[in-house]
């Protein structure tokens, strides 16, 4: 049991790498997927219609793309391979199994539900250890008034510069 409990806890800490990942991603143009992304969504989404696309470049690029089938909305993340790593679809207390019912209403107690998500995770991310570490430096500033995230190098290369989104809100 310890064991399993042990492989559950690494499984969700890497879905907690991925989101975090998708997360701080770049908004992309839908035309820019790879047709193997496209493939991937067709072939468990076979009449949606993408809403939008985001990447991310910095430990594994993956798309986070969001869908509209029979005016239900979805969420699907797929790698560049094609690999469907992770959906999320709202769901309504009706579509609960019981046992989850019972779980949310234990833990949740008189409080209303706001939001119901159904989350299927197809693949996870396998963390590998580095033979050396990679060293960076970042540096939180303001200019014209926008908090900016730089990225250096130890040797001085600049290896990015964004618009430091703290809050996670995607509308800044």
């Given amino acids: 049991m310890k064991r399993q409990h042990s492989k559950l806890v690494i499984i969700a800490l890497l879905i907690g790498v ?3 990942v998708i997360a701080y991603g770049d908004k992309d ?3 820019l997927l790879p047709d193997a992304v ?3 969504i067709n072939k468990l989404y076979p009449q949606s219609a993408i809403e939008e696309v985001e990447t991310e470049k910095e430990w594994i690029k993956v798309y986070e793309i ?12 797929v790698a560049p391979d094609g690999t ?8 309504t207390l009706a579509d609960l199994p019981d046992a989850v019912k019972t779980a949310i209403a234990e833990a949740g107690g008189s409080a209303e539900v706001k ?4 989350e299927i995770t197809y693949a996870v991310v396998k963390l590998v250890a580095l033979d050396q570490p990679q060293i960076t430096y970042e540096a939180g500033v303001i200019i014209d008034g926008q908090e900016i995230e730089i990225k250096v190098a130890p040797d001085g290369t600049l290896l990015s510069k964004e618009i430091d989104d703290e809050d996670d809100d995607e509308d800044d």
């Fill in 18 to 20: 991925v989101a975090c």
């Fill in 29 to 31: 143009d839908t035309a």
């Fill in 38 to 40: 496209i493939a991937a």
């Fill in 66 to 77: 969001e869908l509209k089938q029979n005016n239900n909305e979805f969420e699907i993340t």
């Fill in 84 to 91: 469907i790593i992770e959906t999320e679809s709202e769901v």
């Fill in 115 to 118: 939001e119901l998500c159904q």
